[in-house]
């Protein structure tokens, strides 16, 4: 199909710029760019999410848990979209950065390594987003609405396992920390030279402070935590489930 097929061999990724420009986040799309992202915000809280807040969601409480999280997860969706709308000049300066690249390996040989290796993954790329548009123009129609349960199960796997990862981080920049001050401690220092001393001693001192991963510079993270807070949001899921068996 020449839909999926790249029309420009080394050009940066056109098919998901251009579908940037429809919804309005590239530069210079001016005050019709800024209409088409804010028109595409308000359809969606306009058409779905207004009518829900202003009619309610019932008066069962299992209704306004998933209504009020429906809500919670388009505002999400939305906030990052804002955010990615204000860094629009960093993208298209990485796009510049990326399309330069391209550029000299133009001037490569078309059977050297790195200039097959940039195309078929220039290639792949539009591929794949190719792709995942036309899955999410067709999924709503083709799927039951028990997707939605597929798509919230994927979205808490990936959150769960970016919390581990950097709770795992976290640990070992503990540890890490923890070993250089063992080691400077059983340097010897006091045998070595005043300045080297002075220098360990910096070290011993900044190493009485802990360092790690915070949330928020106030909430320490670390693998331990991650298990306390797994078991406890298990936890008030068992409780919420008995809740909501025993009003049905």
Not at 36 to 43: D, I, K, P, T, W
Not at 145 to 169: E, G, K
Not at 213 to 234: C, K, L, P
Request: hydrophobic share 50%; glycine share 6%.
């Amino acid at each position: 199909m020449k839909f999926f097929e790249l029309q420009e061999s080394m050009a940066c990724t056109p098919f998901l710029l251009h579908f940037l420009q429809i919804l309005g986040l590239r530069r210079g799309e001016g005050h019709a760019g800024l209409l088409r992202f804010v028109g595409g915000l308000l359809a969606g809280w306009t058409i779905l999410w207004i009518p829900k807040a202003f009619f309610g969601f019932g008066d069962e409480l299992d209704l306004n848990i998933r209504g009020y999280s429906e809500l919670l997860f388009m505002f999400n969706i939305d906030a990052r979209a804002i955010i990615f709308y204000l860094n629009i000049a960093k993208l298209d300066e990485f796009v510049d950065l990326v399309q330069n690249v391209f550029d000299q390996v133009t001037k490569l040989s078309p059977d050297s390594t790195t200039y097959t290796t940039i195309l078929k993954s220039n290639q792949a790329l539009d591929r794949i987003a190719k792709t995942y548009v036309i899955f999410a123009a067709v999924a709503g129609v083709v799927f039951s609405p028990n997707m939605n349960a597929l798509n919230l199960l994927v979205l808490l796997i990936l959150i769960t396992s970016q919390t581990f990862l950097l709770c795992q981080y976290g640990n070992e920049l503990t540890e890490e920390s923890f070993a250089v001050a063992t080691e400077a401690y059983n340097a010897q220092w006091t045998e070595l030279p005043v300045d080297v001393q002075k220098g360990v001693g910096l070290i011993l001192q900044r190493a009485q402070k802990w360092e790690g991963i915070t949330a928020a510079r106030f909430y320490q993270v670390n693998v331990e935590r991650f298990g306390a807070m797994v078991q406890t949001s298990y936890s008030i899921y068992v409780v919420l489930k008995d809740r909501l068996a025993s009003k049905t």
